[in-house]
């Protein structure tokens, strides 16, 4: 059983950055990505990053401002969110799975991410 716990949301205003930290005993094996849901939104995907590190994937929407890493000694997947807007304004979770499963199995609680314009 993987428990992932979110950190690092806050209010914030455009233009600012701020980073997400996901952590889970074991996480180290594990794919991780982050998704978001906005205020009467979808949940939608937002980045994911390989068991290494050495590949990641992003949306469109936050491609150049968004980066998503990982510290495998430290069982730990950061999001660093650059240059922020109004439309970043979400809960945002983290979640991982194996290679072998068909979908993000395991998911945290959220961390509520608020930009101010």
């Known amino acids: 059983q993987v428990q992932l716990v979110e950190s690092g949301g806050g209010l914030v205003q455009t233009g600012d950055s701020l980073r997400l930290f996901c952590a889970a005993s074991?996480?180290?094996?594990?794919?991780a990505a982050w998704f978001r849901q906005g205020p009467g939104k979808e949940r939608q995907f937002v980045a994911v990053?390989?068991?290494?590190?050495?590949?990641?994937n992003y949306a469109d929407s936050v491609k150049g401002r968004f980066t998503i890493s990982r510290d495998n000694a430290k069982n730990t997947v950061y999001l660093q969110m650059n240059i922020l807007k109004p439309e970043d304004t979400a809960v945002y979770y983290c979640?991982?799975?194996?290679?072998?499963?068909?979908?993000?199995?395991?998911w945290g609680q959220g961390t509520q991410v608020t930009v101010s314009s």
């Open positions: 979640a991982a799975k194996t290679a072998t499963m068909p979908s993000y199995h395991y």
């Open positions: 074991g996480l180290s094996s594990y794919l």
């Open positions: 990053i390989s068991e290494s590190g050495a590949t990641t």
